[in-house]
């Protein structure tokens, strides 16, 4: 999955039937792990075995299906994965309609595809949603009292919360085969070195980090 000096890359599920426009976004989005399929069916059985971390969704695919068709049952696999969708043909009403309410999509980009446009959306989407949109709703709903918030609770959010800032600072700082410096990362987080190792090997569980970051012998 990685090749020379590069990071350990974050994994972007395309879904997509033109080959041409696939191979437009493995060129544009090179710095990452693209994996593709040609219509949501497919993707759906591919997130029974993998979460990406983005997934870019073309309304119009393979066998007449439509992605926006698809929004529920791809929110309801991978709920805290940000959708990108891309569209030559949905009109304002329909592009209002996709970005709304619960099963909507987080980005819409227009065909022609901008690759500037999409390149700094993928950014977003990894920095400002997925996890850091879940720890944001979490405690949110703390605030409000909403949950009780016990011990384990907090625990939890700040777990998540320390998870997204460490899935970040690897992937933008730790070249193909270099090891997590797991002392200096307990130090910069203020925790121990048991609990950054216990959020490494979450990390590498739920396919976010490549094992050899932190390899099991290290466990």
Same mark, same amino acid.
């Given at each position: 999955?990685?090749?020379?000096?590069?990071?350990?890359?974050?994994?972007?599920?395309?879904?997509?039937?033109?080959?041409?426009?696939?191979?437009?976004?493995?060129?544009?989005?090179?710095?990452?792990?693209?994996?593709?399929?040609?219509?949501?069916?497919?993707?759906?059985?591919?997130?029974?075995?993998?979460?990406?971390?983005?997934?870019?969704?073309?309304?119009?695919?393979?066998?007449?299906?439509?992605?926006?068709?698809?929004?529920?049952?791809?929110?309801?696999?991978?709920?805290?994965?940000?959708?990108?969708?891309?569209?030559?043909?949905?009109?304002?009403?329909?592009? +209002? =309609?996709? /970005?709304?309410?619960?099963? !909507? @999509?987080?980005?819409?980009?227009?065909?022609?595809?901008?690759?500037? &446009?999409? $390149?700094?959306?993928?950014?977003?989407?990894?920095?400002?949603?997925?996890?850091?949109?879940?720890?944001?709703?979490?405690?949110?709903?703390?605030?409000?009292?909403?949950?009780?918030?016990?011990?384990?609770?907090?625990?939890?959010?700040?777990?998540?919360?320390?998870?997204?800032?460490? +899935? =970040?600072? /690897?992937?933008?700082?730790? !070249? @193909?085969?270099?090891?997590?410096?797991?002392?200096?990362?307990?130090? &910069?987080? $203020?925790?121990?070195?048991?609990?950054?190792?216990?959020?490494?090997?979450?990390?590498?569980?739920?396919?976010?980090?490549?094992?050899?970051?932190?390899?099991?012998?290290?466990?």
């Amino acid at each position: 999955m990685r090749t020379g000096s590069a990071p350990w890359k974050a994994t972007i599920l395309v879904i997509e039937d033109d080959p041409d426009q696939v191979l437009l976004y493995r060129k544009a989005l090179k710095t990452f792990r693209l994996r593709s399929v040609d219509t949501a069916t497919s993707a759906l059985s591919l997130l029974e075995e993998e979460i990406p971390d983005v997934i870019i969704l073309d309304h119009l695919l393979a066998h007449a299906e439509r992605g926006t068709d698809f929004l529920p049952a791809l929110k309801d696999k991978a709920g805290h994965v940000p959708i990108v969708l891309i569209t030559g043909t949905l009109n304002v009403q329909g592009q +209002l =309609k996709a /970005l709304q309410g619960a099963n !909507s @999509a987080h980005y819409l980009i227009e065909k022609p595809v901008d690759i500037d &446009e999409l $390149r700094k959306v993928v950014g977003q989407a990894l920095d400002e949603c997925g996890i850091a949109e879940t720890v944001r709703s979490i405690r949110s709903l703390e605030r409000a009292e909403m949950i009780h918030t016990s011990e384990p609770e907090r625990q939890f959010a700040e777990r998540l919360a320390r998870q997204h800032e460490l +899935l =970040k600072k /690897l992937r933008n700082g730790v !070249s @193909a085969g270099e090891r997590a410096n797991v002392s200096a990362l307990a130090r &910069e987080f $203020r925790v121990s070195r048991r609990t950054i190792a216990r959020d490494l090997q979450d990390l590498v569980s739920r396919g976010q980090l490549d094992p050899s970051v932190y390899p099991d012998e290290e466990a």
